[in-house]
């Protein structure tokens, strides 16, 4: 496996975005300040509501599990980015 030094969560809403936080400090281990929430309005969309919500990752060491990250990001109606360099 190959680490990847950030992952990136897609949620639908704030709330969404929130809860994998907590989930990633308390399943993953992750560290209570490290999973940072970004809003990030989608392409031509001027209404606040129209927003997806990011859960930023930063995996240095190659700890967290590309796969069990994005079925946490799919549980919450998210889905996990992947990088140009990932194998699909």
């Given at each position: 496996?190959?680490?990847?030094?950030?992952?990136?969560?897609v949620?639908?809403?704030?709330?969404?975005?929130?809860?994998?936080?907590?989930?990633?400090v308390?399943?993953?281990?992750?560290?209570?300040?490290?999973?940072?929430?970004?809003?990030?309005?989608?392409?031509?969309?001027?209404?606040?509501?129209d927003?997806?919500?990011l859960?930023?990752?930063?995996?240095?060491?190659?700890?967290?599990?590309?796969?069990?990250?994005?079925?946490?990001?799919?549980?919450?109606?998210?889905?996990?980015?992947?990088?140009?360099?990932?194998?699909?």
């Open positions: 496996m190959t680490p990847h030094p950030r992952h990136i969560l949620l639908p809403d704030r709330d969404a975005a929130e809860e994998v936080a907590e989930e990633l308390e399943r993953f281990g992750a560290d209570a300040d490290d999973p940072r929430l970004l809003r990030e309005a989608l392409a031509g969309e001027d209404d606040a509501e927003a997806q919500w859960v930023v990752l930063e995996d240095g060491d190659g700890r967290y599990d590309a796969g069990a990250l994005a079925q946490l990001a799919e549980d919450h109606e998210g889905w996990r980015e992947r990088e140009e360099s990932e194998p699909e």
